[in-house]
């Protein structure tokens, strides 16, 4: 069997606790989709493009991951793929309550779809890309937060 799955988020930006839940996903499933949220009533630090950019540059070695984009529902996209799992990382109590109910939201909209957890590496659980972007654009290291291919990038884009 060829199975694809889709790993959504904003990604803004790309964190080490994301690159582990893509590279785990990466070993169970022949293809990845990494789909980056394009939503036009938020105001993203990094742009589509740039999030793209900096993913792409972060799942390099991933020969069987793939990075888009997608605007609207999550379920709709996924139907339209042909994509029937959404794998999702968990890092604490709170992460669960809310993917839940997303799972059981977009389990109405679209029946064939499910949603697979992965658990945060216990080094990442408490790592977020606000906390990363709180952080950088502060001064602080995150040298220990996000891949090293990028940082470079996001310390220039947090600083500006």
């Known amino acids: ?16 606790g994301h690159l ?3 590279t785990r996903a990466s070993k169970l499933f ?3 989709l990494v789909a980056v949220l394009v939503n036009s009533s938020k105001t993203p630090t990094f742009s589509t493009a740039e999030r793209i950019e900096l993913l792409r540059d972060a799942v390099s070695g991933l020969d ?12 709709e996209y996924c139907k339209n793929c042909g994509v029937d799992t959404i794998v999702k990382g968990l890092r604490a109590v ?4 809310y993917e839940f109910q997303m799972a059981l939201a977009n389990k109405k909209l679209n029946p064939d779809l499910e949603t ?3 658990t945060a ?11 990363v972007r709180e952080i950088g654009s502060m001064g602080g290291d995150i040298s220990n937060f996000v891949p090293a291919c990028v940082h470079d990038r996001i ?6």
């Open 30 to 32: 022949d293809r990845v």
């Open 155 to 160: 310390i220039a884009k947090l600083r500006k």
């Open 64 to 75: 069987n991951v793939e990075i888009v984009s997608f605007e609207g529902l999550l379920a």
């Open 94 to 97: 709170s992460d669960f309550e």
């Open 121 to 131: 590496d216990a080094d990442s659980t408490f790592l977020s890309s606000s906390m």
């Open 20 to 22: 582990d839940i893509i």
């Open 116 to 118: 697979m957890f992965l």
């Open 1 to 16: 069997m060829n199975k694809t799955v889709i790993c959504p988020g904003s990604f803004d930006p790309v964190t080490l």
